[in-house]
C-alpha cells in the first residue's frame, strides 16, 4: 500500500493476556519507530529500527515489550501479560534517509486491557 | 535530555481567524523541527519540518511555521483557519529526521462559526 499499516486497529484484551501489535511500513523504508499515546503521557518513543536490527530500545517500558522487525519489513510489537496500564494508541512509523528524513505514521492500534 | 513544550493545551478560535500554535524545544544543538496534526483517531499527518536554511518554512493546508534560534520556537501559524482545521497539532524534534521524535504534548484547536 501507499501508507503505514496497522493491524488490528482496536484491540480489546483482558489483563494479564499476551497481545500482538503488526506494523507494515511503506515500501523501501529502512527505518520503523513504535510509538505509545496514552491520555497521561502523550506521544512517547518505544523502540527503534534499522533494518533488522534495533539500535535503540530506551523506550520499552519494561520487560513485558519486546518488537521484531523481519525481513526489513514487517515489525510485531508484542505485549505480555498486559496491563491496565498498557491502555493506549500504538503508533507505527516509518522513513528513509534517501526519501526525505521524515517519518511517516500509521493509524494507530488502540488497545484497551480490561 | 532534549525537550519539547507546548503551552497551550486548548485553543479555541473563530472560523477565518489567525492561529498561532506555539513550540519551544529544549535541545544541545539545532534540531531537526516538526510539526503533525492528528485528527480524532487518525495517525499523525506532517504538516511541515525545518532541517536547515530558509527559518520560515510553508507546509501543507497553508500552515506556515517560523524557527527562531534565539528564543528555542517555532511556533505554527496559519492566517485563516478553516472549520476543518479542528484537531490535535503536535510539535516534535529529533537529532534528524531519522531518529526518535520528543514530543510535545499537543495542543487542541477547536474552531467555532
Given at each position: 500500500?501507499?501508507?503505514?499499516?496497522?493491524?488490528?486497529?482496536?484491540?480489546?484484551?483482558?489483563?494479564?493476556?499476551?497481545?500482538?501489535?503488526?506494523?507494515?511500513?511503506?515500501?523501501?523504508?529502512?527505518?520503523?519507530?513504535?510509538?505509545?499515546q496514552?491520555?497521561?503521557?502523550?506521544?512517547?518513543?518505544?523502540?527503534?529500527?534499522?533494518?533488522?536490527?534495533?539500535?535503540?530500545?530506551?523506550?520499552?517500558?519494561?520487560?513485558?515489550?519486546?518488537?521484531?522487525?523481519?525481513?526489513?519489513?514487517?515489525?510485531?510489537?508484542?505485549i505480555?501479560?498486559?496491563?491496565?496500564?498498557?491502555?493506549?494508541?500504538?503508533?507505527?512509523?516509518?522513513?528513509?534517509?534517501?526519501?526525505?528524513?521524515?517519518?511517516?505514521?500509521?493509524?494507530?492500534?488502540?488497545?484497551?486491557?480490561? | 535530555?532534549?525537550?519539547?513544550?507546548?503551552?497551550?493545551?486548548?485553543?479555541?478560535?473563530?472560523?477565518?481567524a489567525?492561529?498561532?500554535?506555539?513550540?519551544?524545544?529544549?535541545?544541545?544543538?539545532?534540531?531537526?523541527l516538526?510539526?503533525?496534526?492528528?485528527?480524532?483517531?487518525?495517525?499523525?499527518?506532517?504538516?511541515?519540518?525545518?532541517?536547515?536554511?530558509?527559518?520560515?518554512?510553508?507546509?501543507?493546508?497553508g500552515?506556515?511555521?517560523?524557527?527562531?534560534?534565539?528564543?528555542?520556537?517555532f511556533?505554527?501559524?496559519?492566517?485563516?483557519?478553516?472549520?476543518?482545521?479542528?484537531?490535535?497539532?503536535?510539535?516534535?524534534?529529533?537529532?534528524?529526521?531519522?531518529?526518535?521524535?520528543?514530543?510535545?504534548?499537543?495542543?487542541?484547536?477547536?474552531?467555532?462559526?
Amino acid at each position: 500500500g501507499a501508507g503505514v499499516s496497522q493491524s488490528p486497529s482496536n484491540k480489546v484484551t483482558e489483563k494479564g493476556k499476551d497481545v500482538e501489535l503488526r506494523c507494515d511500513p511503506i515500501s523501501g523504508h529502512t527505518a520503523l519507530y513504535w510509538y505509545r499515546q496514552s491520555l497521561g503521557q502523550g506521544l512517547e518513543f518505544l523502540i527503534y529500527f534499522q533494518g533488522n536490527s534495533a539500535p535503540d530500545k530506551s523506550g520499552l517500558p519494561s520487560d513485558r515489550f519486546s518488537a521484531e522487525r523481519t525481513g526489513g519489513s514487517v515489525s510485531t510489537l508484542t505485549i505480555q501479560r498486559t496491563q491496565q496500564e498498557d491502555s493506549a494508541v500504538y503508533l507505527c512509523a516509518s522513513g528513509s534517509r534517501t526519501l526525505g528524513e521524515t517519518q511517516y505514521f500509521g493509524p494507530g492500534t488502540r488497545l484497551l486491557v480490561l | 535530555a532534549q525537550s519539547v513544550t507546548q503551552p497551550d493545551i486548548h485553543i479555541t478560535v473563530s472560523e477565518g481567524a489567525s492561529l498561532e500554535l506555539r513550540c519551544n524545544y529544549s535541545y544541545g544543538a539545532t534540531p531537526y523541527l516538526f510539526w503533525y496534526v492528528q485528527s480524532p483517531g487518525q495517525g499523525l499527518q506532517l504538516l511541515l519540518k525545518y532541517f536547515s536554511g530558509d527559518t520560515l518554512v510553508q507546509g501543507i493546508k497553508g500552515f506556515e511555521a517560523e524557527f527562531k534560534r534565539s528564543q528555542s520556537s517555532f511556533n505554527l501559524r496559519k492566517p485563516s483557519v478553516h472549520w476543518s482545521d479542528a484537531a490535535e497539532y503536535f510539535c516534535a524534534v529529533g537529532l534528524s529526521g531519522n531518529t526518535p521524535l520528543v514530543f510535545g504534548k499537543g495542543t487542541r484547536l477547536s474552531v467555532i462559526a
